[in-house]
């Protein structure tokens, strides 16, 4: 069994298995009720201060792991009776304010939030809104921060807290990159899942004439730690899958598509962003709307591909493995619906694994020969700028590249400002919303240093010679490989 990151890891896992394990056997609108007690049996509580509010806890992550609500559609759920153990009092004045006569802190304060009381400063946290600029001006830096840690790791600016200290998701703002689901140390946050409606159609193409193929992201290379690629593809088979392909082949596609279009488009546009990232490109459409007709108009890898099978394959269903929640919310729009049918994260798949006892490193050994070394290395940052670069010198096209690579939504923010005042120096950004690239995204089973080099042998193992070998078999003119991201965002 694997090491968990954490134990709100733990919790997850054994829920989504509770809910996939009734799924599979057929049990779960009549058994799905009494998950809470199985996972907080009591008496005593195991994480909270009570049983019931454990076991209430469980009865709200069951809800998301059966689709949560559907009359939200925003793939990332706040759990409210989770969310209550955070400081709720950002900026606390600390024992080194000496008490100066300056009262810097107070005199910047916009809201009167500051007084002293025999030359000490204090804050009412009635008053305080939270804007930092006390903090800045202290000269002995003697104010605290002590953001929440799931408003930290939101660059969307998308969490607020509202009038009972909980947190709060704006959809408006929200790029679904699930940044703040790991971040958050007691598990109040958590994306919806599609691990049920998976397992019905599995289910369901056993007796009706469905094929159902799993596209498997090319960051799995960084996740089932001293097990060969192969292995887990065969493991995935074993779910019930008729086919497992690798969406790195769809990379490569794109890479293609991406880069002629970038050759043909470049002199009348002066910049163009990457497309495949959701969250990068819902970042820019919410607020970056000078810049939105940059970015590239090919579809994702996982569109791609999606379509490539369906188009050989009427009777094809097709599910997305991979790392990231953002590609839940891209199957669901407007000019793409219908292209994938469902997306798992790996999470979800080695519940689906651990449900019916499935080890992959009992599954048989396989060669993959479908993508090249640059479709395979999409999962890192920067892979999409070396795989652009590879077309480049593949199709000897004369044009000047000249990419800058951002990673993590921050260092994307930063590109895109300077790409809205046109004084960006690059004519092409490659975005990435999770820092590291796919490897870092909020679904993967774990996160190390190591991840980079484990994409790196994958892509290093490809039996390709290069972008156009890989796809030399793939009638792609019968493919349409375009969008409009004006209308789905």
């Given at each position: 069994?694997?090491?968990?990151?954490?134990?709100?890891?733990?919790?997850?896992?054994?829920?989504?298995?509770?809910?996939?394990?009734?799924?599979?056997?057929?049990?779960?609108?009549?058994?799905?009720?009494?998950?809470?007690?199985?996972?907080?049996?009591?008496?005593?509580?195991?994480?909270?201060?009570?049983?019931?509010?454990?076991?209430?806890?469980?009865?709200?992550?069951?809800?998301?792991?059966?689709?949560?609500?559907?009359?939200?559609?925003?793939?990332?759920?706040?759990?409210?009776?989770?969310?209550?153990?955070?400081?709720?009092?950002?900026?606390?004045?600390?024992?080194?304010?000496?008490?100066?006569?300056?009262?810097?802190?107070?005199?910047?304060?916009?809201?009167?939030?500051?007084?002293?009381?025999?030359?000490?400063?204090?804050?009412?946290n009635n008053k305080c809104i939270e804007c930092g600029k006390c903090k800045n001006a202290c000269p002995y830096n003697a104010i605290s921060?002590?953001?929440?840690?799931?408003?930290?790791?939101?660059?969307?600016?998308?969490?607020?807290?509202?009038?009972?200290?909980?947190?709060?998701?704006?959809?408006?703002?929200?790029?679904?990159?699930?940044?703040?689901?790991?971040?958050?140390?007691?598990?109040?946050?958590?994306?919806?899942?599609?691990?049920?409606?998976?397992?019905?159609?599995?289910?369901?193409?056993?007796?009706?004439?469905?094929?159902?193929?799993?596209?498997?992201?090319?960051?799995?290379?960084s996740q089932f730690k001293g097990v060969g690629i192969g292995k887990v593809f065969n493991s995935i088979k074993k779910l019930g899958f008729?086919?497992?392909?690798?969406?790195?082949?769809?990379?490569?596609?794109?890479?293609?598509?991406?880069?002629?279009?970038?050759?043909?488009?470049?002199?009348?546009?002066?910049?163009?962003t990457s497309s495949c990232c959701p969250a990068f490109v819902s970042y820019i459409t919410k607020n970056y709307p000078n810049v939105v007709?940059?970015?590239?108009?090919?579809?994702?890898?996982?569109?791609?591909?999606?379509?490539?099978?369906?188009?050989?394959?009427?009777?094809?269903?097709?599910?997305?493995?991979?790392?990231?929640?953002?590609?839940?919310?891209?199957?669901?729009?407007?000019?793409?619906?219908?292209?994938?049918?469902?997306?798992?994260?790996?999470?979800?798949?080695?519940?689906?694994?651990?449900?019916?006892?499935?080890?992959?490193?009992?599954?048989?050994?396989?060669?993959?020969?479908?993508?090249?070394?640059?479709?395979?290395?999409?999962?890192?940052?920067?892979?999409?700028?070396?795989?652009?670069?590879?077309?480049?010198?593949?199709?000897?096209?004369?044009?000047?590249?000249?990419?800058?690579?951002?990673?993590?939504?921050?260092?994307?923010?930063?590109?895109?400002?300077?790409?809205?005042?046109?004084?960006?120096?690059?004519?092409?950004?490659?975005?990435?919303?999770?820092?590291?690239?796919?490897?870092?995204?909020?679904?993967?089973?774990?996160?190390?240093?190591?991840?980079?080099?484990?994409?790196?042998?994958?892509?290093?193992?490809?039996?390709?010679?290069?972008?156009?070998?890989?796809?030399?078999?793939?009638?792609?003119?019968?493919?349409?490989?375009?969008?409009?991201?004006?209308?789905?965002?």
């Open positions: 069994m694997r090491k968990f990151e954490s134990q709100v890891q733990v919790i997850k896992h054994d829920i989504l298995k509770e809910v996939a394990t009734l799924a599979m056997e057929g049990n779960l609108e009549k058994e799905y009720k009494t998950i809470p007690k199985k996972i907080a049996p009591g008496p005593k509580a195991i994480t909270r201060c009570c049983v019931y509010k454990e076991r209430e806890i469980v009865k709200e992550r069951v809800k998301l792991a059966m689709g949560g609500n559907k009359k939200n559609k925003n793939i990332i759920e706040v759990i409210s009776s989770a969310c209550d153990a955070c400081p709720v009092n950002r900026f606390t004045v600390t024992e080194s304010c000496r008490g100066c006569l300056a009262h810097k802190c107070s005199d910047v304060c916009p809201v009167g939030a500051i007084y002293h009381v025999e030359h000490r400063a204090y804050i009412d921060d002590v953001m929440r840690p799931c408003r930290r790791s939101c660059g969307a600016n998308a969490l607020s807290i509202d009038e009972n200290k909980k947190a709060v998701i704006d959809n408006d703002k929200c790029i679904q990159c699930g940044a703040c689901i790991y971040k958050c140390p007691f598990g109040a946050i958590m994306d919806k899942s599609f691990i049920v409606d998976v397992i019905n159609l599995l289910k369901k193409s056993k007796e009706e004439n469905i094929n159902v193929y799993a596209v498997v992201a090319p960051a799995i290379a008729d086919y497992v392909v690798e969406a790195a082949l769809g990379a490569d596609i794109i890479a293609l598509h991406e880069g002629k279009e970038f050759t043909h488009t470049i002199d009348e546009n002066g910049l163009m007709d940059k970015i590239s108009n090919s579809v994702s890898p996982m569109i791609a591909m999606s379509r490539i099978i369906k188009n050989e394959d009427s009777n094809a269903k097709v599910i997305f493995i991979g790392p990231c929640t953002a590609k839940k919310m891209e199957i669901m729009q407007e000019d793409v619906k219908g292209s994938t049918d469902y997306v798992l994260t790996f999470e979800e798949l080695e519940v689906m694994l651990d449900a019916v006892n499935i080890d992959v490193n009992e599954s048989e050994e396989n060669i993959l020969e479908d993508a090249s070394f640059y479709g395979r290395i999409f999962a890192k940052t920067g892979g999409l700028v070396e795989a652009v670069k590879q077309v480049i010198k593949e199709g000897e096209l004369e044009v000047d590249f000249n990419p800058i690579v951002c990673d993590g939504i921050k260092e994307c923010d930063k590109a895109l400002k300077m790409a809205n005042i046109n004084k960006l120096n690059a004519n092409f950004i490659e975005g990435m919303a999770c820092s590291g690239g796919c490897i870092g995204g909020a679904g993967v089973l774990n996160r190390t240093a190591k991840d980079k080099i484990e994409v790196e042998k994958y892509g290093q193992i490809s039996v390709k010679e290069g972008i156009n070998d890989s796809i030399k078999n793939i009638n792609i003119s019968e493919v349409n490989l375009d969008r409009e991201f004006k209308k789905s965002y």
